[in-house]
Every structure is written in C-alpha cells, then in structure tokens.
C-alpha cells in the first residue's frame, strides 16, 4: 500500500509539475492530513503559504510595475492568497484523491474533500517542493502551472 | 547631492551586509519615503515583506522541527514579523538617517523618525536586496544580519 502511495505521488508530481522526486517522504508528509497523525502536512503548510506569497508578490510586482503598493494588495494579492483559490487549483489537479486521511475523515472521503483541507494541501505540496528543489526552481513551477491552469 | 546619497548608500551597505552594489537605483528606491514622490519604497516593502516572512518561517521551520504549526505561528512569527521589531532593526542600523522625505516630513525629520517609516524601509530595503542578490544570498545576508543584531 505504501509503495502504491509513493508510486501514485510520483506519477502525480511528474505529470503536474514535470519532475520525480529522490524525497519522497516531503510529499507524503505534504499529503498527510492532520487527521492521520502528529507527522502532517501542517509544518510543510505554514512553510509553503509564505513560499507561495513570495512568489505571487513578485508575479505582480515584475507584471505590474505601475500599480501602487494597495493597489497590488488590495486588488490582486488578498484575492489570490486565499484558502479559496488554492482549493481551487488542488481540485484542478485531483490532489485531494492521493490525501492521507485518518480515523472518521477516511470514513467519510467525500465529506473531508473541503477547501481547508485542498488548500492546506496544495500550500503543503509547495513547501515541499520548495525543500527538495530550491526557491528558483520551484517559482518556475508555480508559472508553468500558472500557464496550464490560470490562477495569478 | 546625489552622489553624496549614492557614496552613502554604498557605505551603508557595505559596513552592515558586507557589500557594494552595481544596482543602485534600487536602494535609492527602498530608502525613498513616499512623502518624496510618486518613486518610493512602498512597492519595494511590499515585496521585502514577503522575502523576510519566507526567511522567518524557513528559520524557525528548521530550527523547531518539533513545533506545530499553530505554536510557530503564535509564539514565534507573530512576533517577529511586526513593525515594531523591524522598527527596532532599522533603527540599530540606523537606517533613518539615509531616507530621503518629501515636504513637510523632511522640515520635521526627527517627527518622521517614527516605527512606519523604519519597518518600510527594512522591509524595502530587503525586497531590494532579493532582487539585486537573489533569495538565496539574501537568506544569507539574513542569517548574518541576526548573528550581528539578534532578531530572530
């Protein structure tokens, strides 16, 4: 089971984000929901939510060079950087059926495929990239997938 | 004046991060108030800003391996990332004294010399240095900054 689970993450990495991966566990952990256990992807979470926001800001400050600080915030950042557009993106790439859930929540599957748990996800899914390939490469990733699913 | 500032700038930077830059212009830009114009510090800040929260959350995600995510949010980033204690820093590294202001704040500098004005320009000046040096060697720069003026 565990071999399938860490053949099914690589297969997804490489055909969302174009590599394999020589740390697998980083994903696994990513893609381990609080409800699992003490080892989740809450740590890689609160990682990947700031990886996110450096690049999103840049995105906007390199394409908008006109527009004032509150005007970025205000009017691209705050609607992107939410827990609703990240959802978004992970069920655009089908990220909730590789989640590790526990207890009543791998019980009830569909009930758990909520925004939290898709956004906490894919913010998990960046931090880990960003451990395994670095910041340069990972915002090469983040305007890849940006070309293939609209979300900046 | 101008040469003067520029000469300034150099000095500055090199006494507190240990280097001269070919990309000027930027560090005019961070240490710009917007009192002093429509080209000032706001879109650098809001661009450092992000840089340190990734730096920030990067430190203390490996530095407390076993910290959820809820106590490193609480009893540590919330309390880094604020004004107040990147007011603290520009001021140990007298960063004021380098800004230029506009009008009526530069007729009452020491009125000026205020917790914004200061985190803007730390957190501006950061998002300069990302973009002269890359994050890699602003990560850098942060880790040496803190072994000389501890912050984190």
């Not at 909520?114 to 899914?125: H, L, P, Q, S, W």
Request: some cysteine; hydrophobic content about 35%.
């Amino acid at each position: 089971m565990n071999n399938t689970w860490e053949e099914e993450i690589q297969n997804f990495l490489n055909s969302n984000f174009g590599f394999r991966t020589e740390k697998i566990d980083l994903y696994k952990e990513a893609l381990t929901h609080s409800s699992s256990g003490l080892l989740n992807n809450q740590r890689l979470a609160f990682l990947g939510d700031a990886v996110l926001k450096l690049i999103i800001r840049e995105h906007y400050f390199t394409e908008l060079p006109d527009w004032t600080k509150g005007r970025l915030t205000s009017h691209k950042c705050d609607l992107i950087e939410t827990d609703e557009n990240y959802a978004k993106i992970a069920s655009n790439l089908n990220i909730f059926e590789h989640i590790k859930l526990g207890g009543t929540y791998n019980n009830h599957r569909d009930d758990a495929n909520n925004t939290t748990v898709n956004a906490e996800a894919f913010e998990a899914i960046f931090g880990a990239i960003y451990l395994d390939k670095g910041f340069v490469e990972t915002k090469k990733i983040v305007e890849r997938l940006n070309r293939k699913i609209p979300f900046l």
